[in-house]
């Protein structure tokens, strides 16, 4: 880090580290809106679940939906007590200690909290799992984390003898997307799933989530206590494994000091905004950051958090828009489109959503556009990550909403915009976006290395260009890692992909760097039709109206999909990686 003190431009100008440390934001947080955190009220993430559980015992914590409009439910009493034993069955029955690391491989479901919260209050560290991955990325996760325990949803168990014998996993446990339902309607749901041939068998010993429940309860019957296990705010209480869009995922090291502080930063950006209904619906996968925090959040408020086993096809949310009064929705942009695609949402939409919250990727302008004239209010961006557990900014709920902005910094959230050499960039232009608060992971697992190379005296580089204006809203430009230089121009796909998204016979747009022999790289763009007529000349002449000529892409590709990550963003390198192998150079 250079000494910029001296230096008479950077003091009379706005590219000192003094336009940031102003935290010009600070005049848009509500004013009961602390500008820092103060101590956090909780000494443990499960010390937060006993308390709310305690305080809204007989309201419903979580329940699921399933595309038929069958549903479950677990009160906040019953997840505290279901996951009280499910951490005896962890520490007295099987024998883990505190830090031991436990993998979990599920869809959305009543199962998620109750082993989510039962780790926690063991002092076990959760491992979460996409269950569509292939084998040799379940192989990376179990093997990276260590994991001692596996708990896999049992439409998914074919994969277990190829991944444990290679792992260091102990103990298996299955269960049911209807795990926790009434009896008569789980009997059902798992009979139906038999005669569809849903269901594979293990082909390996496992034990059912159901038994080692019992077991756990048996347990504290018997004296054994889990309210005195020692876990600490600064205990280790989550690896999550990056989302992969540039290389090889790492496990991200989030404690509970990083979890509770973040719950408490988005509870000060919400509350003057959060109506006296508190039913949420989480379509996005709680293996992922984005809505593991969300959830963690509404269940912090006695909220009701409704729970979509999966997004897609997006009629898979039409039962539980019907059957609750949704007040708040979280999603990413593909989510978004999606419903907005659909006659049922756009013909009868959720007029009562009092909140919109867009993350995991950019909301793009044409996306936030038609949902505010379709629900009536807008979507208010947020921004984080993974090693942020995962909020860093949000649009004030109760300020000016900026298109295209990802907000202002939570509060104690520190944000810069810097260039390669760390040094501060003027206000209103790019640079990286540096991060210091309570929510920044410890580092990443095992990868002393990386932790390096992103965190600089505390601030964690999150690789992505941005800028702030002068109110302190900030704004991503893209990916650092994205970026194509064309003829040494900088074009950033996110702003190529807002301009094609707007174009009426677009449903879908990935956009990456090519090489070429003549500006070094081109653009290059895939498209999802929402128009079987449109063309490729049609979409460049549409980039012409808004885009100079160098970042009009040299070539558009028609497909019937875009790969893309669990919550909805465009694998870019997946799409390098195609382009590559069509000109040979993979």
Known sequence: MTDTAKDPAVNAGKGSFEAYDARPWLKFYA????????????????????????????????????????TGTLSFAEVD?????????????????????????????????????????AGCVI????????????DHALNDSGARLLLVINMFADKLPEVVPESRVEHVLVHSVAEFFPPLRRFIVQTVQKLKKMVPPANMAV??????????????????????????????????????????SKGAMLTHRNLLSNIQQSYNNLKEALPDERTAMT????????????????????????????????????????KYDIRFFSGVNT??????????????????????????????????????????????????????????????????????????????????????????????EPGELIVKGPQVMAGYWNRPDATEESMHNGWFHTGDIARMDEDGFFYIVDRKKDMVNVSGFNVYPNEVEDVIARHPGVREVGV??????????????????????????????????????YK??????????????PVGKVLRKDLRAEALRELGQD
């Open 81 to 121: 007590r279901l996951s009280d034993a499910f951490a005896a069955y962890l520490r007295f029955e099987l024998g883990l200690d505190k830090g031991d690391r436990v993998a979990i491989q599920s869809p959305n479901c009543l199962a998620y909290p109750v082993f989510l919260f039962g780790a926690a209050k």
């Open 283 to 322: 379509a996005l996968p709680m293996y992922h950051i984005f809505a593991l925090g969300v959830s963690g959040v509404f269940f912090s408020l006695g909220g009701h958090n409704v729970l979509i086993p999966s997004p897609r096809p997006v009629a898979n949310l039409k039962p539980a828009f019907a």
């Open 512 to 549: 990456v760097g090519v090489p070429d022999d003549e500006t070094g790289e081109a653009v290059q763009a895939y498209v999802v039709k929402a128009d079987d007529s449109v063309t490729e000349e049609a979409i460049r002449e549409h980039c012409r109206q808004s885009l100079t000529g």
């Open 127 to 138: 491992v979460n799992i996409n269950p569509l991955y292939t084998v040799p990325e379940i």
């Open 335 to 428: 989510l978004f489109n999606g419903l907005l695609a659909e006659d049922w949402f756009r013909e009868a939409p959720p007029t009562n959503l009092a909140i919109t919250i867009g993350g995991g990727t950019a909301v793009q302008n044409a996306t936030a556009r038609r949902w505010e004239e379709v629900v009536g209010h807008p979507i208010y961006q947020a921004y984080g990550l993974t090693e942020t557990s995962p909020g860093v900014t949000s649009n004030p709920l109760n300020g000016p909403v900026k298109t295209g902005s990802i907000g202002i910094p939570y509060a104690g959230t520190y944000c810069r915009i810097v260039d390669e050499q760390d040094n501060p960039v003027p206000v209103g």
């Open 207 to 248: 034990t059912p989530l159901a038994q080692a429940i019992r077991a756990g309860e048996r347990r504290i019957a018997a004296g054994d206590d889990v309210t005195t296990l020692e876990v600490g705010a600064d205990d280790l209480l989550a690896l999550q494994y990056t989302g992969g869009t540039t290389g090889r």
């Open 552 to 565: 009009i892409p040299k070539r558009v590709i028609f497909r019937e999909a875009i790969p893309l990550t």
């Open 31 to 70: 004013d009961s809106a602390p500008s820092d955190l103060d101590a956090l009220p909780y000494t443990s993430f499960g010390d937060m679940v006993r308390r709310a559980s305690r305080e809204h015992a007989a309201q419903p914590a979580f329940t699921t939906c399933l595309p038929t409009g069958t």
